[in-house]
């Protein structure tokens, strides 16, 4: 190896240390929207003070961080106004992905969130088979009554939710859940298990499996809407699908930071 080359080497190695110091910066930040001082960065980052103000310094020039005297540090915003550009388009991050679930599945896939009490169908990707569900964008039914709004309320604690919903539950099937202690109950589950199922909640002879996805660009549902007589063949294959489409979306688009 040649001294140039060699130098060459020691410089990318360098400059991917940097950028690797200064990720683990931003996140720091980004778990604290409050500010952070330059001790509690090196602490939290586990680097020596110097070293994280000449990072913070550099990331401050180009608006990625903001530095505030009392406030502290802060995510700048350059960084902010990437996010909000990234968030608008939350359907094209999402979208190879559910494809992939539907293609593994044979089944109908929808992309929803929380409006209100309602769930909003924001996409979704058909069967390409005779027999299927078709859902209708914008469509929206009670968080309560869909496995895609139980699994979004699952995020919330007990007493979130009941300030939220209330005891009024207008039962749109026989089969949706009538009362509060009878929604905890499914709640409890989703917790535990992950996923969410709604068994002719919404409309008789369709059933669907939902999984939330808890990430840095909003919450959001992603469901299966299969005929009653195959979902019951495929359940344990659906389940299996459903939770590797959820790992990989939280994966592409990043992980929300714990709420208090």
């Given at each position: 190896?040649?001294?140039?080359?060699?130098?060459?080497?020691?410089?990318?190695?360098?400059?991917?240390?940097?950028?690797?110091?200064?990720?683990?910066?931003?996140?720091?930040?980004?778990?604290?929207?409050?500010?952070?001082?330059?001790?509690?960065?090196?602490?939290?980052?586990?680097?020596?003070?110097?070293?994280?103000?000449?990072?913070?310094?550099?990331?401050?020039?180009?608006?990625?961080?903001?530095?505030?005297?009392?406030?502290?540090?802060?995510?700048?915003?350059?960084?902010?106004?990437?996010?909000?550009?990234?968030?608008?388009?939350?359907?094209?991050?999402?979208?190879?992905?559910?494809?992939?679930?539907?293609?593994?599945?044979?089944?109908?896939?929808?992309?929803?969130?929380?409006?209100?009490?309602?769930?909003?169908?924001?996409?979704?990707?058909?069967?390409?088979?005779?027999?299927?569900?078709?859902?209708?964008?914008?469509?929206h039914l009670p968080l309560c009554s869909t496995s895609g709004g139980k699994a979004l309320l699952a995020l919330e604690s007990d007493r979130q939710v009941k300030a939220l919903v209330g005891n009024d539950f207008d039962a749109i099937t026989d089969s949706m859940v009538k009362s509060f202690s009878e929604l905890l109950e499914h709640l409890e589950q989703?917790?535990?298990?992950?996923?969410?199922?709604?068994?002719?909640?919404?409309?008789?002879?369709?059933s669907t499996m939902a999984v939330a996805i808890d990430t840095i660009l909003g919450r959001y549902s992603v469901s299966l809407l299969v005929p009653s007589g195959r979902f019951?063949?495929?359940?344990?294959?659906?389940?299996?699908?459903?939770?590797?489409?959820?790992?990989?979306?939280?994966?592409?688009?990043?992980?929300?930071?714990?709420?208090?």
């Amino acid at each position: 190896m040649t001294e140039s080359s060699g130098v060459r080497d020691d410089e990318r190695s360098g400059g991917i240390q940097v950028i690797s110091r200064a990720a683990k910066i931003l996140n720091a930040l980004g778990n604290r929207p409050d500010g952070m001082s330059l001790g509690e960065i090196a602490q939290a980052v586990d680097l020596p003070r110097s070293t994280v103000q000449r990072i913070v310094a550099a990331l401050d020039s180009v608006q990625l961080v903001r530095s505030s005297g009392a406030s502290g540090v802060r995510l700048g915003p350059a960084l902010l106004r990437l996010i909000a550009t990234v968030h608008t388009d939350v359907v094209a991050i999402a979208q190879p992905w559910l494809q992939a679930l539907s293609d593994a599945t044979a089944e109908t896939v929808t992309l929803a969130r929380a409006s209100g009490l309602q769930l909003a169908i924001v996409h979704y990707v058909v069967a390409d088979r005779e027999l299927r569900v078709v859902p209708r964008i914008g469509l929206h039914l009670p968080l309560c009554s869909t496995s895609g709004g139980k699994a979004l309320l699952a995020l919330e604690s007990d007493r979130q939710v009941k300030a939220l919903v209330g005891n009024d539950f207008d039962a749109i099937t026989d089969s949706m859940v009538k009362s509060f202690s009878e929604l905890l109950e499914h709640l409890e589950q989703i917790r535990r298990t992950g996923v969410s199922y709604g068994r002719g909640e919404t409309l008789e002879g369709i059933s669907t499996m939902a999984v939330a996805i808890d990430t840095i660009l909003g919450r959001y549902s992603v469901s299966l809407l299969v005929p009653s007589g195959r979902f019951q063949q495929h359940e344990a294959r659906y389940r299996t699908e459903i939770l590797k489409c959820k790992d990989a979306l939280v994966n592409e688009i990043g992980k929300a930071s714990i709420r208090d």
